[in-house]
């Protein structure tokens, strides 16, 4: 789902005595590269192996509901255990005890940024190799374009839905140790401002609020994730491992990274702005992931009040109305609205947190069109059709 390379140690030096000092290391002008690469701790090391136990056993535990998962290439449909709502209450609980009782302070996993970074990294390549080799010893959950080379297989995967019993190692790890670890870390990032500056600016509430929002919701809608790409068509390997486990929690947090080194306060009408820009992509994203799901399960439905365009194929339907007859990926749309929304929380006094918002466009606008690619192999003259009533790719009237 999420491509790119460790960025934080490199993006790290321009901010000279800012982000360094999150990353736990020293803002000196010479070598500033080298000396903010981060270091593997003991204590990182432990932090983010008790981390990634507690969400484990969460899933392992928590009570939860079995859902049937969509149709994969091949017909079958897998179960999935869906309790992520849950175990994220329990995760909240369990953490308000330890900071409760005085056993962890809120800004340890903010102040362990960088160690955990490289102990998150260290893990995505070390794990990616098992995923490798795990779907080398099961052939069944193998991707349909078999051994291309090793390094292909340990990039892409070997297995699209690697499993150990009934526990699902790609749905693990694209929601739990990464997603809650985003939010996990900029709670902690906001405690980490409180405790230098001896006040939260309203950015930093304003950046976690939203981006707690994103976390919850995907929660709230977990179900939803079954009908993505990354689960139905994407196979595990490291891109996909790196991206859950490093990449989101890590980039993700960069706003509140940057507010704890420079700390930024809106005025009344820019926080109204951004608040309402996240909540018109919010609409646009929920409004749109949720038809799709709901019409992959139910193709009949009404949408938006009016029986669907529905278009056939030799496959599943294509929906061409609501949402779907507005872009053809509108849903990217709305994820950047609200990726938009948290980067002008910064302000405009530097670029960095910026960054996001680059990055996301490049990584949509590539991901629309290898879907597109993908469904025009997989629907043919179909699709085409589709794309002649539906031009757009992401913006309608733009784009
Ligand atoms: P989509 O959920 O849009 O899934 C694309 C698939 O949907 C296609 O392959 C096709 O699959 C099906 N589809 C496409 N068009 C139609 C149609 N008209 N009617 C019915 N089915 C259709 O893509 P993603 O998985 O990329 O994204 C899901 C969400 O996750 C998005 O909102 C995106 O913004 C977000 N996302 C977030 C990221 C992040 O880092 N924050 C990264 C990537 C995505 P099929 O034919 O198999 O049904």
């Given at each position: 789902m999420r491509l790119g390379v460790p960025l934080l140690p490199l993006l790290l030096p321009p901010l000279q005595g800012g982000l360094c000092l999150v990353a736990?290391?020293?803002?000196?002008?010479?070598?500033?590269?080298?000396?903010?690469?981060?270091?593997?701790t003991l204590r990182g090391a432990l932090v983010f192996g008790a981390w990634l136990l507690l969400q484990a056993t969460l899933q392992l535990l928590v009570p939860g509901r079995q859902v049937q998962g969509a149709p994969l290439l091949d017909g079958r449909r897998l179960p999935y255990w869906l309790n992520g709502w849950r175990s994220l209450l329990v995760t909240a609980v369990v953490l308000a005890l330890l900071v409760g009782a005085g056993w962890m302070s809120p800004a340890l996993p903010a102040r362990e940024l960088g160690s955990l970074l490289v102990t998150a990294t260290l893990f995505s390549f070390l794990f990616s190799l098992y995923l490798q080799l795990h779907g080398w010893w099961h052939p069944d959950e193998g991707s349909a374009s078999g051994r291309l080379s090793p390094v292909h297989d340990f990039v892409l995967g070997t297995a699209r839905n690697p499993?150990?019993?009934?526990?699902?190692?790609?749905?693990?790890?694209?929601?739990?140790?990464?997603?809650?670890?985003?939010?996990?870390?900029?709670?902690?990032?906001?405690?980490?401002?409180?405790?230098?500056?001896?006040?939260?600016?309203?950015s930093m509430v304003l950046v976690v609020g939203c981006q707690l929002w994103y976390v919850v919701d995907y929660f709230l809608f977990e179900e939803a994730i079954l009908s993505t790409w990354d689960i139905r068509h994407e196979n595990f390997g490291w891109m996909l491992c790196f991206g859950d486990v490093v990449w989101v929690?890590?980039?993700?947090?960069?706003?509140?990274?940057?507010?704890?080194?420079?700390?930024?306060?809106?005025?009344?009408?820019?926080?109204?702005?951004?608040?309402l820009l996240h909540v018109a992509g919010y609409v646009v994203f929920r409004g749109a992931n949720l038809q799709k799901h709901r019409f992959r399960r139910e193709p009949r439905q009404a949408v938006w009040?009016?029986?669907?365009?529905?278009?056939?194929?030799?496959?599943?339907?294509?929906?061409?109305?609501?949402?779907?007859?507005l872009a053809r990926h509108i849903n990217y749309l709305g994820d950047l609205m609200m990726g938009l929304a948290w980067c002008l929380t910064c302000g405009f006094g530097h670029a960095l947190p910026y960054f996001y918002i680059v990055y996301f466009t490049v990584l949509l606008v590539h991901r629309e069109r290898r879907d597109h690619a993908a469904c025009a192999r997989r629907y043919g003259p179909p699709w085409r059709r589709y794309v002649e009533q539906v031009p757009w790719r992401i913006v309608p009237g733009v784009y």
């Amino acid at each position: 789902m999420r491509l790119g390379v460790p960025l934080l140690p490199l993006l790290l030096p321009p901010l000279q005595g800012g982000l360094c000092l999150v990353a736990g290391a020293g803002g000196a002008l010479v070598w500033p590269t080298l000396q903010t690469v981060p270091r593997l701790t003991l204590r990182g090391a432990l932090v983010f192996g008790a981390w990634l136990l507690l969400q484990a056993t969460l899933q392992l535990l928590v009570p939860g509901r079995q859902v049937q998962g969509a149709p994969l290439l091949d017909g079958r449909r897998l179960p999935y255990w869906l309790n992520g709502w849950r175990s994220l209450l329990v995760t909240a609980v369990v953490l308000a005890l330890l900071v409760g009782a005085g056993w962890m302070s809120p800004a340890l996993p903010a102040r362990e940024l960088g160690s955990l970074l490289v102990t998150a990294t260290l893990f995505s390549f070390l794990f990616s190799l098992y995923l490798q080799l795990h779907g080398w010893w099961h052939p069944d959950e193998g991707s349909a374009s078999g051994r291309l080379s090793p390094v292909h297989d340990f990039v892409l995967g070997t297995a699209r839905n690697p499993r150990l019993g009934h526990f699902d190692l790609k749905l693990f790890f694209e929601a739990r140790p990464g997603l809650m670890g985003w939010a996990v870390l900029d709670l902690s990032l906001l405690a980490l401002q409180l405790e230098r500056h001896g006040t939260v600016s309203n950015s930093m509430v304003l950046v976690v609020g939203c981006q707690l929002w994103y976390v919850v919701d995907y929660f709230l809608f977990e179900e939803a994730i079954l009908s993505t790409w990354d689960i139905r068509h994407e196979n595990f390997g490291w891109m996909l491992c790196f991206g859950d486990v490093v990449w989101v929690p890590f980039t993700y947090t960069l706003q509140a990274q940057y507010l704890v080194a420079r700390p930024v306060h809106l005025p009344g009408w820019a926080v109204a702005g951004i608040a309402l820009l996240h909540v018109a992509g919010y609409v646009v994203f929920r409004g749109a992931n949720l038809q799709k799901h709901r019409f992959r399960r139910e193709p009949r439905q009404a949408v938006w009040g009016r029986p669907p365009h529905v278009i056939e194929t030799d496959g599943a339907p294509l929906l061409a109305s609501g949402w779907w007859g507005l872009a053809r990926h509108i849903n990217y749309l709305g994820d950047l609205m609200m990726g938009l929304a948290w980067c002008l929380t910064c302000g405009f006094g530097h670029a960095l947190p910026y960054f996001y918002i680059v990055y996301f466009t490049v990584l949509l606008v590539h991901r629309e069109r290898r879907d597109h690619a993908a469904c025009a192999r997989r629907y043919g003259p179909p699709w085409r059709r589709y794309v002649e009533q539906v031009p757009w790719r992401i913006v309608p009237g733009v784009y």
